[in-house]
């Protein structure tokens, strides 16, 4: 058993932090499996954050080689984490793998779906990603909206402008309001932050939120 697995068994987050940190500033290829089974266990967000920083200081050919099985595996983390790190990395390959994630019932999973599809397909596939990412406007909490209106902010005004302008005139009211804060974002990105804060105080005015439910 190596340093690294006894590490990542340790029941303390920090311990299993500096450990995946120590392994991303010193990148080994003897690492690799250990690193990518962890994140498919690893409760802590931040370490699993770390775990893909890790993951991306390894070469970039033998990560996507590593993650693709895991976008088959029955456990969402597993899906969710491996749609992350190659989100991370960008490769436009990897497409194909992803596309068949869109539909994943786990939400978690679709959201990294979403992120990851908005930043790798090929443009000549945008514009029916952008179709199939607007069958999801409206629907959801708040991050889960806001997850879905940044990926469709990232495939570009000129590509999503005529989904959103058929969105518009949903006789769904939600779906509508989500088309505005789309709107909001394209005009300005940095619009996400109080975006979140408006939809939250929202949330807590229709007694939505877990604390408004007692």
Same mark, same amino acid.
């Given at each position: 058993m190596s340093a690294l697995t006894t590490a990542l068994a340790d029941p303390r987050s920090s311990v299993r932090l500096?450990?995946?940190m120590d392994a991303g500033t010193h990148p080994d290829a003897a690492d690799l499996d250990v690193l990518v089974e962890q994140c498919a266990?690893?409760?802590?967000?931040?370490?699993?954050?770390?775990l893909t920083w890790a993951l991306i200081r390894q070469p970039a050919d033998e990560v996507v080689r590593r993650m693709l099985p895991e976008l088959d595996r029955p456990v969402p983390q597993a899906r969710s984490q491996a749609l992350h790190t190659l989100s991370k990395i960008g490769d436009p390959s990897v497409w194909p793998s992803v596309r068949p994630l869109l539909r994943d019932p786990d939400v978690e999973v679709l959201r990294a779906a979403w992120r990851t599809a908005a930043a790798i397909v090929p443009d000549a596939e945008s514009g029916a990603l952008a179709r199939t990412l607007a069958t999801h406007l409206g629907q959801g909490d708040r991050e889960t909206?806001? &997850?879905?209106s940044r990926a469709i902010v990232a495939l570009g005004a000129d590509t999503v402008r005529p989904v959103l302008d058929d969105a518009a005139g949903s006789s769904d009211a939600e779906v509508r309001a989500h088309v505005?804060?789309?709107?909001r974002l394209l005009q300005d990105p940095d619009a996400a932050s109080a975006l979140a804060v408006e939809r939250a105080r929202r949330e807590?005015?229709?007694?939505?939120?877990? &604390?408004?439910k007692g």
């Open positions: 500096r450990a995946v266990v690893e409760p802590d967000f931040f370490v699993r954050d770390m909206r806001l &997850s879905l505005a804060e789309i709107d807590v005015a229709l007694g939505r939120t877990r &604390s408004a």
